[in-house]
């Protein structure tokens, strides 16, 4: 295995305990990031620390704050902040199981393969997986990764298991205060059945390769362009939306397949549009 693992330790469920290796499941290798260049010289930029008022500081002469208020911070000391880091146990202990169901999509964070560390390890590990397995439940536990406390949800994934790392209730906005100043509108009942009928019609299996970051292929193919001198500007080409006037007709004809005439649908004639736009006027 070629990867390096982000943290080592034991599972332990109850008396049994293996040692484990977790991985991360995901990369932003493939990202495409940027460097800051002077202009002319294309010299990368160096970022020194400066003090509005006296200048460029010294890194040793930096401390951390903590700003309570406008202005006002508490300052710590790394001394200060070690005494607090909670100690790595190296172990990650099963607390309970649950339904999967149980746990809220908001909550579900980074994945991580999580696999027996050394030969020794797999009859334990894979014991631990299969009853897993058998109770069809989620595995809840805790673990100190990068001097924090994270909790941990497993599940049964092929010979390994899948480990997320879950955020914590804080972290969590409350969907009410956004969802709660949507307005109450009472949908027509025939939209909603041809609304339900399109999404029939549109059902298919999920394929993680068919979603591509256009913007990320349209960026590797200007800097490709401007590597070879070329120079040429690359563009991404957007979905053109329409602004839908008249929802039924546009219903009715995205059913019936027609996705222009739905979208002439949506554009209504300009003395109709600006007709029905124009305010009542007030009788005397």
């Not at 008022?53 to 002469?61: H, L, M, Y």
């Not at 839908?244 to 209504?268: C, F, N, P, Q, T």
Request: net charge neutral.
């Amino acid at each position: 295995m070629a990867a390096r693992p982000t943290w080592q330790g034991h599972l332990r469920l109850s008396l049994v305990s293996c040692p484990v290796a977790l991985y991360t499941a995901t990369s932003r290798t493939g990202d495409v990031s940027f460097n800051m260049l002077h202009k002319t010289t294309h010299n990368r930029i160096r970022m020194i620390p400066t003090d509005p008022e006296t200048g460029p500081v010294e890194r040793s002469d930096i401390v951390k704050g903590y700003e309570i208020e406008k202005d006002h911070y508490v300052v710590v000391t790394p001394e200060e902040i070690d005494s607090v880091r909670l100690e790595s146990t190296k172990t990650i202990d099963i607390d309970k199981f649950v339904d999967a169901e149980e746990i809220d999509r908001l909550y579900w964070n980074d994945p991580y393969f999580l696999v027996p560390d050394g030969k020794v390890a797999v009859e334990a590990f894979t014991v631990i997986r299969e009853a897993m397995q058998k109770a069809g439940k989620i595995a809840l536990g805790r673990l100190v990764m990068h001097q924090r406390e994270r909790m941990l949800a497993m599940e049964p994934r092929g010979k390994g298991l899948v480990a997320y790392t879950l955020r914590t209730f804080d972290e969590v906005k409350k969907p009410e205060s956004f969802f709660d100043d949507i307005p109450e509108v009472k949908a027509d009942k025939n939209m909603i059945e041809i609304a339900a009928k399109i999404i029939e019609q549109q059902e298919g299996d999920f394929d993680a390769s068919e979603f591509k970051d256009r913007y990320e292929e349209a960026l590797r193919a200007l800097i490709q362009e401007k590597e070879k001198g070329a120079g040429r500007k690359v563009t991404v080409d957007e979905p053109k939306g329409a602004e839908v006037i008249d929802l039924m007709e546009a219903l009715r004809r995205s059913l019936a397949g027609d996705k222009k005439g739905a979208a002439k649908a949506g554009k209504a004639p300009a003395k109709k549009a600006a007709a029905k736009s124009a305010p009542a006027k007030k009788r005397a």
